[in-house]
């Protein structure tokens, strides 16, 4: 799964770390893992086994399974080093690297390995390999004995890449573009914000800080190496300009504190209130705590801590987010009380600036896993967040849920492309409907997040409601367009139009309705709908009907004394059947009429016997039989003259009382 925390993506383009001399370079390894370099311990663990070092690890060298595989006293260091370098690799967010070095480690047969299946795995998924990731996490299942979390996380994955194939195969409406100037620069670029114009976003670019050095040890194994103190600093920049130009000027927010980094930077509506993160990047423990600071938007104030309602002593309070009616600061915290690892929380704001109590999202938006990165649009009423907790493309997703902080929706995936196979999180939107922003994403890159920007694209549907009898447009008639994830409903005008702008090439499933009408139904697939930009149904038209009045089934045809129904008939039958499918609550009578030929007793016989036969066939097709009664009537019931006037026979008045009907009896 993906890291716990984004403010930790700390993306080390190149190592400028220089060792004292350790004659163990599995050691020095340990050291640089211990301490949360990966990208350094990576390094390390490659000379360790012998492989030549700034090298991506795409491809495990030749013959170096069968030198793993020989009985050695080595064997055990080979196969630590094996594994440790696949972890440093994924925990540097290489999973191209990680996936050949696991492809290695999985075949290994100490026990305490067996969790590179699982990681194997998770690479592959990471590398979009979803059908290879699913062999991987069954396997593990069947391999791994304890019933634990990692048991639940395997299947969470196996569902999530069923979901990715999916989603892969019927991509949604949007449009990305990578920020191709000096925001996405060194480093990891993340945490975009839109504020009174101003572009702001997190960085952690390299800074100058001269000829220092660090310490970095190990208390367990007593080891020290000296390196190049870490050049690459998380801090809070703008640029000017639109984001989107070519080029653009960047610059810090705020005064350097020596040993802290910050990031996430969240506005008051005023933008006078800055909320931020902070930590210290010196150790291996890291707390992250929500500051605030005051400025008049060129100039801020130091930050200071937030208090006890926000930061809890030796528990991680980050992401801060402000609603943009200012009554919300909503956060992520591992702090007591949650449900999951981190949760999203929430303290009103009051108009003294002070906060209530943190008051936890609850288990609809938070999960066993991590959700973060929290943003919510106050007009709508819609929170966009992320989260690893739940079915989706991979790693951290972006959820969107309905609800006022009293009571939430359950979340959506927003599925592919909005979502990929890796870390996505921070949206920040250009205007009140959401429709346009940017958000962070590591998908093109291989270790780093990146700022992307990111605009939903519409498919436009519309028409007109016609009356089928006298091709007249129908007002008030409701007409209501449906996917898998949303009902969008309109009531027509006197001219009959409708008209949807919808961010779904999905499966439509357009419903137009009025009272004393057939509903019509109708389904637009994938492939039909892919193809467009612009859905035009220019006579969509209804059926009238009146309660207990018969309509005619034309064309409905019996052989000479037969109650078999033909494929005509059986063709006719067909758009009752539609109708019925469409009106799932109607319930009707259908019956059938005889001319005079005959005796009675005979012609109603017959015409029961017909009439069942339509029945039957709507039965047999699916239609609940409670639904419809079937009803002789014989010649009781003509509607033309069986002879003229002058008593010879009327051919044509026979042939209409030689009818079948159907009449709704309940709407």
């Known amino acids: 799964m993906k890291p716990l925390r984004l403010l930790l993506l700390i993306c080390l383009l190149s190592t400028g770390a220089k060792a004292q001399y350790v004659a163990n370079n599995k050691r020095i390894a340990d050291v640089y893992f211990q301490n949360k370099d990966y990208y350094a311990a990576a390094e390390y663990y490659k000379k360790a086994l012998n492989i030549s070092t700034d090298t991506t690890g795409f491809v495990v060298p030749y013959a170096f399974e069968a ?14 080093c094996v594994f440790q370098l696949a972890s440093s690799l994924r925990l540097y967010k290489d999973f191209r690297g990680a996936e050949a070095w696991y492809a290695v480690a999985r075949n290994f047969n100490d026990p305490k390995y067996v969790l590179s299946i699982f990681y194997f795995g998770e690479s592959q998924r990471s590398n979009q390999k979803f059908n290879d990731a699913i062999i991987s996490f069954k396997e593990f299942l069947t391999k791994y004995k304890p019933n634990d979390d990692y048991t639940e996380k395997a299947k969470l994955e ?45 960085s952690s670019r390299p800074v100058a800080v001269g000829n220092k050095t660090q310490t970095v040890k190990d208390s367990k194994l007593k080891t020290k190496v000296i390196k ?49 993160t902070s930590w210290s990047g010196a150790g291996n423990r890291k707390i992250y705590q929500v500051n605030v600071s005051r400025g008049t938007g060129e100039v801020w104030a130091a930050p200071k801590v937030l208090g006890t309602e926000v930061n809890v002593e030796g528990f ?3 992401q801060p987010f402000v609603t943009k009616d200012g009554k919300y600061l909503i956060f992520s915290s591992d702090r007591p009380g949650g449900l999951g690892k981190y949760d999203l929380w929430y303290c009103k704001l009051r108009s003294d600036g002070t906060l209530s109590e943190a008051s936890n999202m609850g288990n609809t938006i938070n999960s066993k896993e991590n959700e973060e990165a929290p943003y919510y649009n106050a007009r709508t009423k819609k929170i966009l967040f992320s989260s690893n907790g739940r079915v989706g493309m991979g790693g951290l997703d972006f959820y969107e849920s309905s609800g006022d902080f009293g009571t939430w929706s359950e979340p959506r995936n927003l599925g592919f492309p909005f979502n990929s196979s890796k870390d996505d999180a921070y949206f920040t939107p250009v205007d009140s409907e959401d429709s346009e922003g940017y958000i962070s994403s590591d998908r093109e890159s291989v270790c780093c997040l990146e700022i992307f920007h990111v605009k939903k694209d519409f498919l436009t549907v519309e028409g007109t409601v016609l009356d089928c ?54 389904n637009y697939s994938y492939d039909e709908l892919a193809k467009l930009d612009t859905l035009l149904n220019p006579r969509i038209c209804l059926d009238g009907f009146i309660i207990n009045k018969p309509v005619i089934l034309e064309n409905i045809l019996y052989d000479f004394n037969s109650t078999k129904l033909n494929p005509a008939s059986e063709t006719i039958l067909d758009k009752l059947y539609q109708k019925l499918v469409d009106n799932e609550t109607l319930e009707i009578e259908l019956s059938a009429h005889t001319d005079n030929v005959g005796k009675a007793a005979y012609n109603v016989k017959l015409s029961e016997r017909r009439a069942q036969s339509c ?40 042939q209409l009382n030689r009818r079948t009907e159907f009449k709704v009896t309940k709407q």
């Open 67 to 80: 030198k793993v595989k020989k009985e050695s006293p080595k064997r055990p260091e080979y196969e630590y």
């Open 158 to 202: 196996i569902a999530s890449c069923n979901f990715a194939l999916y989603e892969m195969r019927y991509p949604r409406l949007y449009k990305f573009s990578k920020l191709l100037n000096q925001i996405n620069d060194q480093g990891s670029n993340y945490t975009p914000l839109l504020m009174n114009n101003n572009f702001y976003f997190t």
């Open 228 to 276: 190049s103190e870490n050049p690459f600093i998380n801090a809070i920049y703008s640029a000017s300009g639109g984001p989107l130009r070519t080029s653009t000027t960047v610059q810090k927010i705020g005064a350097p504190e020596k040993g802290k980094e910050f990031a996430a930077p969240a506005f008051s509506p005023n933008g006078r209130v800055m909320y931020l």
């Open 316 to 318: 991680n309070s980050m």
């Open 469 to 522: 009898k006298t091709n007249s447009p129908l007002d008030s008639a409701v007409v209501t367009l449906s996917d898998s994830i949303q009902f969008i409903k309109v009531i027509t005008g006197s001219d009959g139009k409708y008209r949807f702008k919808v961010n779904s090439n999905r499966q439509l499933t357009l419903k137009t309705e009025k009272n004393l009408y057939f509903r019509k139904v109708l």
């Open 615 to 654: 029945v039957d066939y709507l039965v047999g097709k699916g239609i609940a039989a409670s639904r419809i009664t079937s009803k002789g009537y014989g010649f009781s019931k003509p509607i033309a003259p069986n002879q003229l006037p002058s008593g010879k026979d009327n051919p044509q008045g026979r």
